[in-house]
T-cell receptor, first 113, second 113 residues
């Protein structure tokens, strides 16, 4: 069974631009969560979607947004990119009812120059 | 609020030696606890998890962890380190019914011949 797929793997953007990252969960998983990983702040929760609804949100500015489609695929968008947004963005999926079943993707490495 | 503390950002062991990575958590309700491993340029792979039941949890690659409520600890051990165990290890907690993982800062494990 295919794992969690994140595209693209690597991305370079310029300050002020916007970016969209994609995550395809494991088939049958209805919950998708996003995390940001940086050397300084570690792993931080961005948001979680379940059946196209945002259920939980971390402490990030409004420039960070996401959505989930009816097939459970999710996208996150970052507008007006800042140098500090450079990070590894990880997506995780779980069937939905049990928080103990997270599976992570390989991540998208975003570099802002 | 829940939190996770991993003692030691870097741990170095000899091949064949015991691996002990320390994790303490704070939670006002019974937690779900996890250990993840991350290899360079990869996502997070679940090593093991504690939800309910037996407090000694066995995971993949010979790792195990014991949930000690009285000590609020969930330390990760492996009897004999292998070179392939060199990676970064993250302890995480979910509690309160929220589908949000709170991660520790991570421990980088080095294994030398």
């Amino acid at each position: 069974k295919a794992g969690v797929t994140q595209t693209p793997r690597y991305l370079i953007k310029t300050r002020g631009q916007q970016v969209t990252l994609s995550c395809s969960p494991i088939s049958g998983h209805r919950s998708v969560s996003w995390y940001q990983q940086t050397p300084g702040q570690g792993l931080q929760f961005l948001f979680e979607y379940f059946s196209e609804t945002q259920r939980n949100k971390g402490n990030f500015p409004g420039r960070f947004s996401g959505r989930q489609f009816s097939n459970s695929r999710s996208e996150m968008n970052v507008s007006t990119l800042e140098l500090g947004d450079s990070a590894l963005y990880l997506c995780a999926s779980t069937p939905g009812g049990n928080p103990a079943g997270y599976t992570f993707g390989s991540g998208t490495r975003l570099t802002v120059v | 609020a829940q939190s996770v503390t991993q003692l030691g950002s870097h741990v170095s062991v000899s091949e064949g030696a015991l691996v002990l990575l320390r994790c303490n958590y704070s939670s006002s309700v019974p937690p779900y606890l996890f250990w993840y491993v991350q290899y360079p340029n990869q996502g997070l792979q679940l090593l093991l998890k504690y939800t309910t039941g037996a407090t000694l949890v066995k995971g993949i690659n010979g790792f195990e962890a014991e949930f000690k409520k009285s000590e609020t600890s969930f330390h990760l051990t492996k009897p004999s380190a292998h070179m392939s165990d060199a990676a970064e290890y993250f302890c995480a907690v979910i509690s309160g019914g929220y589908n949000k993982l709170i991660f520790g800062a991570g421990t980088r494990l080095a294994v030398h011949p």
